[in-house]
C-alpha cells in the first residue's frame, strides 16, 4: 500500500525525505509528495506518477524546513493525480494518510456546511480540515488531533503537521502499520522499518488505537484511551539491510535468484538437519486431539495454502477447510471453540487476513500466522507465529516469499503428522531429507533459465495463456497464472486439468499456449491424456516436467525438463519455471516488473 515517511529534523529534511520514500517504493503508488514546515509556514510538492517526478518537481520549488512529511500513494478514493496526491493540507494542516477513512463522506459533509472548501476527491482531505476548525474554534494543535482521531472510522496511518509548530508531529495508526524511529536530537516515523534504514536501527511500532506526539526529544504514546503507554523499544535488523538489485536487473530477478538461500534458512529454523527431524515451536492446541484446521489468505498466499491442504491432509490426517480471506468472513463458517486456524501473509498486514485473524480469535479459535515480519500486527495477534525467513521481498509479485511460505507449512504438515504419529522416524527422516535437498535442485533450475527464453517469445504473443495442473501441479497453475497476468498484463488463467473437457477446453485454438505443470507423480498420465486432448485442437503445448519419458507423437511447443525430485516438494521446484517464465516475458514485453500497474506489494486496507 501507501507509504509515509517523516522527519522532525536538525537540517533539511526534503531530500531525505524522498531517497526514504524511495524504499516504500516495492509497496507500489501512483503519485508522491513531500510537505516542509519552512520557518513555521507549510509548504508543498506534488507530483503524479513516480518518485523522479516529484524528485524534478522539487529541483524547482526547492523546500526548505528542518521538520516534514512525505507519502507515495496507491488511489484508493479519487483518480491517482497530483491533485489527489499526499500531502494534503489547509492553510493550518498538512497530513499524510494510508487506509481508508470509512465516514469520510459523513465528515465531508458537515466541514462543508461548516465552509470548508475542498480541492481533491480523496477521503484523506477531511483530516487536514476537521483539524483546522478544531484550532480555529479554540482548541490546542494537539487537543485537535486527538478530537479528529476520535471521528475517524476506518484504518489508517497517519502523519500531521500544523503551522508554526517545527518542533511537532502528530502520528496515529489504526490498523495500518507505523514505526517511529529514534535518532540523536532527530525523531522519524514510516510506515515500515525499511523507510528508516538510512536514519536510525531503534525502532517502536505502534499498536492498533495508538497515537503519538513526537518532538526532536522522542515520544509520548498514548492509546485509544488517551493514556500515556510504553511500547517496546527495539533494534530492528531491518534498517542494516542494503535494499538494491544487486546484478540484476530488477528486484523480482534478485529475488527468485535469492530463493536457494531463503528457502535454506527458513528450512533451518523448523528443521534439525544434522538429524532430519522436524522441530516446531510450541503450538496452542492439543495436537493429538486435532483433526481439523482452518486456513485463510489472500493472493499467492492463499495459493501457498491450497498445495498445504494436499500436505495437512496426506501428512497429518487433517480436514481442511481453507478459505480467500475477503471470502471467509461473509460465510456462517462452523468454528469449534479451541480448534486451529492458520493464517498465511508476506507483511503481516493484510487486511482481509488479519481480519479473518481477529473472527476466528473471538470465536475462540487458536491463531498461528505464517508471516515474514515477525513485528507485523498478524504476528503480534496471533498465539504463536511461524516466521518465513525470506527478508524485505520488494518486487510486488511474490516469489521468495511464496516459497518460504511453503517450506514452512510443508515443515508444519510433517511435524504434525509425527506429533499424531502418523509419520514415523523413517519416514520422517525421508521427508525432512527430501526438503533439504530442495535449494540444490532450486539452484538447477536457475541454472537452466536461458532455456525460458524462446518460451517467453511464444507467451508474449499470446491473448490468452491457460496454466493446467493436477493435484499439487493445481496450484502451482494457479499461481503461474497469476503471476503471468500481474506483470506481463496478458490474461492467463490455471485450472485443474481434469476439468478441462468441463469448459476451458473451448477456449483451445492454435492461437492458445498450454503450459501444463506435470512433475512424475501419480497423476502424471492422466495429465499427459488431458495434452493429447489439447493437442487434437491445435493448443500449443508447454511442458514443465520432471520427466524424460517418450510423449507418445504429442507434439510439444516448448518443454522443460527439471530434476526428479520427492513428491512433497514437486511445488517448491515447480515455482521457479513459472516464476521465470512469468518474469522473462514480462521483461520482453518491457512492463514495469518490479511495480505493475493497479497492483501494491501490502494490501492493508478491505
Same mark, same amino acid.
Request: aromatic share 6%; hydrophobic share 40%.
Given at each position: 500500500?501507501?507509504?509515509?515517511?517523516?522527519?522532525?529534523?536538525?537540517?533539511?529534511?526534503?531530500?531525505?525525505?524522498?531517497?526514504?520514500?524511495?524504499?516504500?517504493?516495492?509497496?507500489?503508488?501512483?503519485?508522491?509528495?513531500?510537505?516542509?514546515?519552512?520557518?513555521?509556514?507549510?509548504?508543498?510538492?506534488?507530483?503524479?506518477?513516480?518518485?523522479?517526478?516529484?524528485?524534478?518537481?522539487?529541483?524547482?520549488?526547492?523546500?526548505?524546513?528542518?521538520?516534514?512529511?512525505?507519502?507515495?500513494?496507491?488511489?484508493?478514493?479519487?483518480?491517482?493525480?497530483?491533485?489527489?496526491?499526499?500531502?494534503?493540507?489547509?492553510?493550518?494542516?498538512?497530513?499524510?494518510?494510508?487506509?481508508?477513512?470509512?465516514?469520510?463522506?459523513?465528515?465531508?459533509?458537515?466541514?462543508?456546511?461548516?465552509?470548508?472548501?475542498?480541492?481533491?476527491?480523496?477521503?484523506?482531505?477531511?483530516?487536514?480540515?476537521?483539524?483546522?476548525?478544531?484550532?480555529?474554534?479554540?482548541?490546542?494543535?494537539?487537543?485537535?488531533?486527538?478530537?479528529?482521531? /476520535?471521528?475517524?472510522?476506518?484504518?489508517?496511518?497517519?502523519?500531521?503537521?500544523?503551522?508554526?509548530?517545527?518542533?511537532?508531529?502528530?502520528?496515529?495508526?489504526?490498523?495500518?502499520? !507505523?514505526?517511529?524511529?529514534?535518532?540523536?536530537?532527530?525523531?522519524?516515523?514510516?510506515?515500515?522499518?525499511?523507510?528508516?534504514?538510512?536514519?536510525?536501527?531503534?525502532?517502536?511500532?505502534?499498536?492498533?488505537?495508538?497515537?503519538?506526539?513526537?518532538?526532536?526529544?522522542?515520544?509520548?504514546?498514548?492509546? !485509544?484511551?488517551?493514556?500515556?503507554?510504553?511500547?517496546?523499544?527495539?533494534?530492528?535488523?531491518?534498517?542494516?539491510?542494503?535494499?538494491?538489485?544487486?546484478?540484476?536487473?530488477?528486484?523480482?530477478? /534478485?529475488?527468485?535468484?535469492?530463493?536457494?538461500?531463503?528457502?535454506?534458512?527458513?528450512?533451518?529454523?523448523?528443521?534439525?538437519?544434522?538429524?532430519?527431524?522436524?522441530?516446531?515451536?510450541?503450538?496452542?492446541?492439543?495436537?493429538?486431539?486435532?483433526?481439523?484446521?482452518?486456513?485463510?489468505?489472500?493472493?499467492?498466499?492463499?495459493?501457498?495454502?491450497?498445495?498445504?491442504?494436499?500436505?495437512?491432509?496426506?501428512?497429518?490426517?487433517?480436514?481442511?477447510?481453507?478459505?480467500?480471506?475477503?471470502?471467509?468472513?461473509?460465510?456462517?463458517? +462452523?468454528?469449534?471453540?479451541?480448534?486451529?486456524?492458520?493464517?498465511?501473509?508476506?507483511?503481516?498486514?493484510?487486511?482481509?487476513?488479519?481480519?479473518?485473524?481477529?473472527?476466528?480469535?473471538?470465536?475462540?479459535?487458536?491463531?498461528?500466522?505464517?508471516?515474514?515480519? +515477525?513485528?507485523?500486527?498478524?504476528?503480534?495477534?496471533?498465539?504463536?507465529?511461524?516466521?518465513?525467513?525470506?527478508?524485505?521481498?520488494?518486487?510486488?509479485?511474490?516469489?521468495?516469499?511464496?516459497?518460504?511460505?511453503?517450506?514452512?507449512?510443508?515443515?508444519?504438515?510433517?511435524?504434525?503428522?509425527?506429533?499424531?504419529?502418523?509419520?514415523?522416524?523413517?519416514?520422517?527422516?525421508?521427508?525432512?531429507?527430501?526438503?533439504?535437498?530442495?535449494?540444490?535442485?532450486?539452484?538447477?533450475?536457475?541454472?537452466?533459465?536461458?532455456?525460458?527464453?524462446?518460451?517467453?517469445?511464444?507467451?508474449?504473443?499470446?491473448?490468452?495463456?491457460?496454466?493446467?495442473?493436477?493435484?499439487?501441479?493445481?496450484?502451482?497453475?494457479?499461481?503461474?497464472?497469476? /503471476?503471468?497476468?500481474?506483470?506481463?498484463?496478458?490474461?492467463?488463467?490455471?485450472?485443474?486439468?481434469?476439468?478441462? /473437457?468441463?469448459?476451458?477446453?473451448?477456449?483451445?485454438?492454435?492461437?492458445?499456449?498450454?503450459?501444463?505443470?506435470?512433475?512424475?507423480?501419480?497423476?502424471?498420465?492422466?495429465?499427459?491424456?488431458?495434452?493429447?486432448?489439447?493437442?487434437?485442437?491445435?493448443?500449443?503445448?508447454?511442458?514443465?516436467?520432471?520427466?524424460?519419458?517418450?510423449?507418445?507423437?504429442?507434439?510439444?511447443?516448448?518443454?522443460?525438463?527439471?530434476?526428479?525430485?520427492?513428491?512433497?516438494?514437486? +511445488?517448491?521446484?515447480?515455482?521457479? +519455471?513459472?516464476?521465470?517464465?512469468?518474469?522473462?516475458?514480462?521483461?520482453?514485453?518491457?512492463?514495469?516488473?518490479?511495480?505493475?500497474?493497479?497492483?501494491?506489494?501490502?494490501?492493508?486496507?478491505?
Amino acid at each position: 500500500m501507501c507509504g509515509i515517511v517523516g522527519i522532525i529534523g536538525t537540517k533539511p529534511v526534503a531530500d531525505a525525505i524522498v531517497e526514504a520514500l524511495r524504499r516504500l517504493e516495492y509497496r507500489g503508488y501512483d503519485s508522491a509528495g513531500v510537505s516542509t514546515l519552512e520557518n513555521g509556514r507549510l509548504t508543498r510538492a506534488r507530483a503524479e506518477g513516480k518518485l523522479r517526478n516529484l524528485e524534478a518537481r522539487l529541483s524547482e520549488v526547492q523546500l526548505g524546513g528542518h521538520t516534514g512529511i512525505g507519502h507515495t500513494r496507491w488511489a484508493t478514493h479519487g483518480a491517482p493525480t497530483e491533485q489527489n496526491a499526499h500531502p494534503h493540507m489547509t492553510s493550518k494542516v498538512a497530513v499524510v494518510h494510508n487506509g481508508i477513512i470509512e465516514n469520510f463522506q459523513e465528515l465531508k459533509d458537515d466541514l462543508v456546511a461548516y465552509g470548508a472548501v475542498f480541492s481533491s476527491e480523496t477521503d484523506t482531505e477531511i483530516i487536514a480540515h476537521l483539524i483546522t476548525r478544531y484550532i480555529e474554534e479554540g482548541a490546542t494543535p494537539i487537543d485537535a488531533a486527538r478530537r479528529c482521531l /476520535k471521528e475517524l472510522s476506518g484504518a489508517f496511518a497517519l502523519a500531521i503537521l500544523i503551522e508554526g509548530q517545527e518542533n511537532l508531529m502528530i502520528v496515529a495508526r489504526q490498523g495500518s502499520p !507505523l514505526a517511529i524511529g529514534y535518532g540523536d536530537g532527530e525523531t522519524f516515523v514510516g510506515s515500515d522499518a525499511i523507510a528508516l534504514a538510512p536514519f536510525t536501527n531503534t525502532i517502536t511500532y505502534l499498536e492498533d488505537g495508538d497515537w503519538a506526539v513526537l518532538t526532536r526529544d522522542g515520544a509520548e504514546i498514548r492509546d !485509544l484511551e488517551d493514556r500515556i503507554v510504553n511500547r517496546p523499544v527495539q533494534k530492528t535488523i531491518a534498517t542494516t539491510l542494503l535494499v538494491d538489485k544487486g546484478n540484476h536487473r530488477h528486484f523480482m530477478a /534478485k529475488e527468485i535468484h535469492e530463493q536457494p538461500e531463503v528457502v535454506s534458512h527458513t528450512l533451518s529454523s523448523f528443521a534439525d538437519i544434522a538429524e532430519a527431524r522436524i522441530v516446531l515451536p510450541d503450538l496452542p492446541v492439543d495436537i493429538e486431539k486435532l483433526d481439523r484446521l482452518t486456513i485463510s489468505a489472500c493472493g499467492t498466499a492463499y495459493y501457498a495454502g491450497l498445495i498445504a491442504k494436499y500436505w495437512f491432509e496426506t501428512y497429518a490426517g487433517l480436514g481442511v477447510e481453507i478459505d480467500i480471506a475477503s471470502e471467509f468472513r461473509y460465510r456462517n463458517v +462452523p468454528l469449534k471453540s479451541g480448534g486451529l486456524s492458520l493464517f498465511i501473509s508476506q507483511s503481516g498486514e493484510t487486511a482481509d487476513t488479519l481480519a479473518a485473524l481477529r473472527h476466528c480469535k473471538a470465536s475462540g479459535q487458536k491463531t498461528v500466522s505464517v508471516v515474514n515480519v +515477525p513485528q507485523s500486527t498478524m504476528a503480534r495477534e496471533s498465539d504463536a507465529i511461524l516466521q518465513t525467513l525470506a527478508g524485505p521481498e520488494i518486487g510486488v509479485a511474490s516469489t521468495k516469499a511464496f516459497t518460504c511460505q511453503l517450506v514452512t507449512l510443508a515443515c508444519l504438515a510433517i511435524g504434525l503428522g509425527v506429533k499424531k504419529g502418523l509419520i514415523d522416524r523413517d519416514r520422517e527422516r525421508e521427508l525432512v531429507n527430501a526438503l533439504v535437498s530442495v535449494p540444490r535442485h532450486m539452484s538447477h533450475v536457475l541454472q537452466m533459465e536461458d532455456q525460458f527464453e524462446d518460451i517467453c517469445h511464444i507467451l508474449s504473443k499470446a491473448r490468452d495463456v491457460l496454466y493446467l495442473g493436477r493435484g499439487t501441479a493445481f496450484p502451482i497453475a494457479l499461481e503461474g497464472a497469476l /503471476k503471468l497476468k500481474e506483470i506481463s498484463y496478458i490474461h492467463a488463467e490455471g485450472y485443474a486439468a481434469g476439468e478441462l /473437457k468441463h469448459g476451458p477446453i473451448a477456449l483451445i485454438d492454435e492461437n492458445v499456449p498450454i503450459v501444463v505443470v506435470a512433475p512424475g507423480d501419480e497423476l502424471y498420465e492422466k495429465t499427459h491424456s488431458n495434452m493429447q486432448e489439447v493437442a487434437a485442437r491445435g493448443g500449443q503445448i508447454i511442458l514443465l516436467t520432471d520427466q524424460d519419458m517418450e510423449q507418445n507423437g504429442l507434439e510439444l511447443a516448448a518443454k522443460i525438463t527439471l530434476p526428479p525430485t520427492h513428491p512433497l516438494v514437486h +511445488p517448491l521446484i515447480f515455482a521457479l +519455471p513459472v516464476q521465470i517464465l512469468a518474469y522473462h516475458t514480462a521483461v520482453f514485453m518491457g512492463t514495469d516488473v518490479d511495480q505493475p500497474r493497479n497492483l501494491a506489494k501490502s494490501v492493508t486496507v478491505e
